[in-house]
């Protein structure tokens, strides 16, 4: 039995603790298991410990040989070189044993420490609510929140063997036979028939790349896909906005809707019909589950900590928009201007993002000005802004182009082709859409003929 004697310090383990660095400093290679198990500086108990895995990350994520010299001179950059004891601890690190044989079991033990030590941290601010007598559905609220964040918190991802994997898709597969409206319930449409049919519909876990070049509507066709889910689906969708404010994304939604011309809305120059019309969209709207922020810089970690919040306090997200990826900064702050590793770090923080989270992220991205030089002006694949990351990263890649942009005397005049250049598990192919201007909405030519 544990006495009170016993529980002073915080549960921790230093000798599993300077193994773990001690094996990276031996075997770089042994990072690609590191970043497995997802352990972080965070982890680390003691502080020396936290700098040189932090220093150790940063060395890794630039490509960098991670030893001793190399080290020292980051941390010397980071302003922590003195905090950890200068170089000699960092000797003392690299001398700490002979073999590397036993660093995923440190990791293990560091890992585990790590979780009891929030188990602690979370049950001190439990108790800590509960004595200051808030409010009882808020305590348990919290309680739920802070225990969900716990169980994200695993030592390591489970590998499954396909006869797990094949059990519990038959599970799936009867739940469906038995009830056949559940298999569109998770199931999130674009909401235009010649873009569904070949995408089918936006997938969990999926990457889905909208790019195109400026004043083609790319921002206009999100929203107008946002609309369809949201209003038409009833599905639960965020918009990251990098780009625009909160109000003029608002303003861009109501006037798709109501079909009030958004130079009305923008200007205020509304009558009283206006009004009327405009009062009923917005309770329509009210209704609907749209999360909008518009922080103008933000890094996937960011991200990542916006979107878990969102479905742990709302609402089960159905799809993440950002408009637009360019805009976005790598979690790192070493790329010193080379803006094609960072575009890639994003890329593939995205897609890692849409995985971990299980839901489709559709994200914006600028098109190269090589568009421009050509006679076909049709946008491929190879124009994708600065990193073909983006492309290897994506599930799918739709390109947006309108041909009176060009040419202005054309007869496809406010028409816009919906060319999808990469699909995973589908065909590629176009489609065409109108783009009513005034009201920022697209709309299938069959239904305006109607």
């Not at 383990?13 to 352990?39: P, S, V």
């Not at 390591?156 to 059990?167: D, F, G, Q």
């Amino acid at each position: 039995m544990v006495s009170l004697e016993d529980i002073k310090l915080p549960p921790h383990n230093i000798d599993a603790e300077k193994g773990a660095l001690w094996g990276i400093l031996m075997d770089n290679e042994l990072m690609y298991y590191y970043d497995g198990t997802w352990l972080a500086p965070e982890d680390f108990y003691q502080k020396e410990h936290f700098y040189i895995y932090q220093g150790i990350k940063k060395l890794w994520a630039a490509r960098k040989t991670i030893d001793v010299v190399t080290l020292a001179d980051q941390l010397s950059k980071d302003s922590v070189l003195d905090a950890i004891g200068w170089t000699g601890y960092l000797y003392e690190l690299s001398s700490f044993l002979l073999s590397t044989s036993s660093c995923a079991e440190y990791i293990k033990i560091v890992k585990e420490k790590s979780i009891l030590r929030n188990i602690l941290k979370t049950s001190q601010k439990i108790i800590g609510d509960v004595y200051e007598q808030k409010d009882t559905m808020h305590v348990l609220q919290d309680i739920e929140k802070r225990v969900f964040d716990l169980t994200q918190n695993n030592v390591a991802e489970k590998v499954h063997s396909i006869w797990e994997i094949l059990n519990k898709r038959v599970e799936e597969y009867m739940d469906i036979v038995d009830h056949p409206e559940k298999a569109n319930l998770r199931k999130v449409f674009s909401g235009y028939h010649g873009l569904d049919d070949m995408l089918g519909w936006f997938k969990p876990a999926e990457l889905i790349i909208l790019a195109a070049r400026p004043s083609m509507g790319k921002t206009a066709f999100a929203l107008n896909i946002l609309k369809n889910m949201a209003v038409d689906q009833k599905k639960s969708v965020a918009l990251f906005s990098l780009e625009m404010s909160s109000e003029q994304i608002a303003d861009r939604i109501l006037s798709m809707v109501s079909g009030i011309p958004m130079w009305k809305i923008s200007k205020g120059q509304l009558d009283t019909e206006d009004f009327t019309i405009m009062g009923g969209s917005m309770e329509t709207l009210s209704e609907t589950n749209i999360f909008i922020d518009d922080k103008w810089s933000t890094t996937i970690p960011e991200l990542k900590s916006k979107i878990r919040r969102l479905k742990i306090e709302k609402t089960n997200l159905d799809l993440v928009i950002i408009d637009y990826l360019q805009l976005m900064s790598g979690s790192n702050s070493w790329y010193s201007g080379n803006r094609v590793q960072e575009i890639s770090e994003i890329s593939r923080g995205l897609k890692e993002l849409a995985r971990e989270l299980e839901i489709p992220i559709i994200a914006l991205s600028q098109l190269s000005r090589e568009v421009e030089k050509r006679v076909d002006k049709k946008p491929q694949l190879s124009d994708l802004r600065e990193s073909g990351a983006i492309e290897q990263d994506a599930d799918e890649v739709i390109m947006l182009h309108r041909e009176d942009y060009y040419d202005p005397e054309t007869d496809k005049k406010w028409l816009t082709d919906i060319c999808v250049r990469k699909n995973r598990n589908g065909p590629v192919g176009e489609s065409e859409l109108y783009f009513e201007k005034e009201i920022m909405k697209f709309t299938e030519l069959k239904s305006r003929s109607d």
